[in-house]
């Protein structure tokens, strides 16, 4: 079996400042994902990427950058964290883009405040 | 509008009792996927479940693509079945990712 780990597990950013979250898989998955869970809110694709080097952006990427320049990790920047901004980042990855299940890590808890 | 609708929001279950949660969605899809949160936990994959039914231990996943709707069954439940549960359509065609319903939180009713 694989495993899916995600650094930091907790994160204490200030308003405005740049933070970086990580993500490792060692399944050879070609797709990996980031998703962000609010309360009450389910999840939200922010981006995904198909391959190596490949981005896509989800339904909730503006105010993220994301880099995958080797296949097994996949990090996302928020570009300017808002004040007493709250949520679960959450990473996961599959073979591929369809047609298969997605495997989650234990999510990075973000705290600005 | 969104096109993944999860029902009920949250669910008070005393042990034992049997409980059904709902999915309905608005658009064409290749599979529903069905995910358990624990609290404060990591998403663990339930069901992969494109047509019919599937069993698992105490849980049965349904997915009726006419009827553009997938449930999750529980049945005999058990304390240790609180957290939520994610239900989550994957669209056709290439390099679509999964679009999650708002999720259904399990309470147990303590005696």
């Known amino acids: 079996g694989g495993i899916i780990t995600q650094t930091p597990k907790f994160l204490i950013g200030q308003e405005g400042q740049k933070l970086t979250l990580k993500c490792q898989q060692n399944?050879?998955?070609?797709?990996m994902y980031w998703y962000r869970q609010d309360s009450g809110k389910g999840l939200r694709l922010i981006y995904y990427?198909?391959?190596?080097?490949?981005?896509q952006k989800g339904d909730l990427s503006e105010g993220y950058d994301a880099s995958r320049e080797k296949k097994s990790s996949f990090s996302l920047t928020v570009t300017s964290a808002q004040k007493n901004e709250m949520a679960v980042f959450l990473c996961?990855?599959?073979?591929?883009?369809?047609?298969?299940?997605?495997?989650f890590g234990p999510g990075t808890r973000l705290l600005v405040l | 509008g969104q096109q993944v609708q999860q029902s009920p929001a949250s669910l008070v279950l005393q042990e034992g009792e049997n409980a059904e949660l709902q999915c309905n969605f608005s658009?064409?899809?290749?599979?529903m996927q069905w995910f358990y949160q624990r609290p404060g936990g990591s998403l663990v994959s339930l069901f992969y479940?494109?047509?019919g039914t599937k069993h698992s231990g105490r849980l049965t996943s349904t997915t009726v693509i006419k009827e553009r709707r997938s449930s999750l069954h529980i049945s005999s439940s058990q304390t240790t079945d609180s957290g939520t549960y994610l239900c989550?359509?994957?669209?056709?065609?290439?390099?679509?990712?999964?679009?999650f319903g708002s999720g259904t939180k399990v309470i147990p009713c303590l005696p």
């Open positions: 996961a990855s599959s073979p591929t883009i369809n047609q298969d299940t997605q495997y």
């Open positions: 479940n494109p047509s």
């Open positions: 990427s198909i391959t190596e080097n490949d981005l």
């Open positions: 399944f050879n998955h070609d797709t």
């Open positions: 658009t064409s899809l290749n599979s």
């Open positions: 989550a359509l994957e669209p056709p065609g290439f390099a679509s990712a999964l679009t």
